[in-house]
């Protein structure tokens, strides 16, 4: 593809509360085996975008460790590869990233060196499939300066988390209103644009000579009415896990067949890092009723309607309802968990017992006990 690929990874949101003091969101864990920057990265090797840059900052150990190696996607290859970007200081700057335009001006070698005449820029914490030659074509199509791919949204619950556009019927977007506070429009942005490499050049420098740093606002909203600016349409599933309620409901969509059957048995595939680790043990007595229970797991008790991430150990006549059990959790016997997300590494006593009461309830070591 004449593209090269830049994913923005290096956010942060409040609106995880506990589950973003670990991590980064773009690692944030999904669907058993996955993190949530896999399915940006598989679709940028499924596109045949043979470079991409990975710009990271918030919390990003485990986001680097998991982008230790290139191999799981494809991008090992003598000619392009995957890139890892986390601010530096030198002669020129001592800033970390003060946004999305500033981490890319900080970066811009990058974009210099490359010679492919595309970009096609993703965020790390959108849940999708996605071909990017679709809406290469179709930018090239409108002889558009930008393209945003926008999904029209039926639950308006969290509408005011995103940039909300409006478009006229040839697809031109005439304005865009970032995290209103209220709106009847339901059309979003989704994070992903394609633009001319020398374009965006010339907009990052431009935004950096007069101290704007920020993609949206300082470029996209700025240059409404100047560059041609059109959406291309998502109609197949796209979800945003940038807070507590969306990624308790993302993962829970993986529970639908229809759901997994279209991530994990429609081709192109989605990758991730794989460990070497013994399937899922079920002890005597253990039921499980439709859930994810991925590599490592030893169950003793009761599942129902859950997801149980890599290496965690349910304890005997212990019962979990509703709930996401992240990596290495351990829960102890004669234990009661509904409607809770379980933090990695986190110890649940014997004898507990856990509900939460409309947004799941945010579990880990320091939680108080109830019995």
Not at 71 to 85: E, S, Y
Request: a positive charge; charged letters at 25%.
């Amino acid at each position: 593809m004449k593209a090269i690929g830049i994913i923005l990874a290096g956010g942060n949101n409040k609106l995880m509360k506990d589950l973003s003091k670990k991590r980064a969101i773009a690692a944030m864990p999904v669907a058993g085996s996955y993190r949530a920057i896999d399915f940006a990265l598989s679709n940028m090797s499924n596109s045949r975008i043979n470079k991409v840059a990975v710009i990271t900052q918030y919390n990003a150990r485990s986001l680097n460790e998991h982008l230790s190696s290139s191999k799981w996607w494809d991008f090992g290859r003598k000619q392009g590869g995957l890139f890892v970007f986390t601010p530096t200081i030198t002669a020129d700057s001592s800033y970390w990233y003060r946004g999305t335009a500033d981490s890319l001006y900080q970066n811009l070698n990058y974009l210099k060196t490359s010679h492919e005449p595309y970009v096609v820029i993703a965020s790390g914490d959108g849940i999708y499939k996605m071909d990017y030659n679709k809406v290469l074509e179709y930018h090239i199509e409108k002889k558009a300066d930008i393209t945003m791919v926008v999904k029209k949204m039926t639950d308006r619950s969290e509408i005011n988390r995103f940039g909300l556009v409006t478009m006229t019927e040839e697809g031109r977007i005439t304005d865009i209103d970032e995290k209103p506070l209220e709106t009847n429009l339901s059309t979003v942005s989704t994070g992903i644009y394609v633009i001319r490499r020398r374009l965006l050049i010339e907009l990052i420098e431009k935004a950096a000579s007069e101290d704007r740093h920020d993609f949206v606002r300082d470029i996209l909203i700025r240059y409404k009415n100047i560059k041609k600016i059109y959406g291309y349409k998502l109609e197949s599933y796209w979800s945003n896990i940038s807070s507590v309620r969306s990624y308790y409901k993302t993962n829970m969509d993986f529970l639908k067949k229809d759901v997994r059957d279209y991530f994990f048995k429609q081709y192109p595939d989605i990758y991730s890092k794989v460990e070497d680790l013994p399937p899922a043990k079920y002890n005597c007595g253990a039921q499980v009723s439709n859930s994810l229970v991925s590599s490592g797991c030893i169950v003793n008790g009761t599942i129902e309607n859950s997801i149980l991430f890599k290496k965690i150990y349910i304890g005997n006549n212990s019962v979990v309802k509703n709930c996401i059990i992240l990596n290495n959790a351990y829960i102890g016997d004669n234990s009661y968990l509904e409607n809770c997300i379980v933090e990695s590494g986190s110890t649940i006593k014997a004898n507990t017992n856990y509900k939460g009461e409309g947004e799941p309830l945010i579990l880990d070591e320091n939680s108080p006990i109830y019995y």
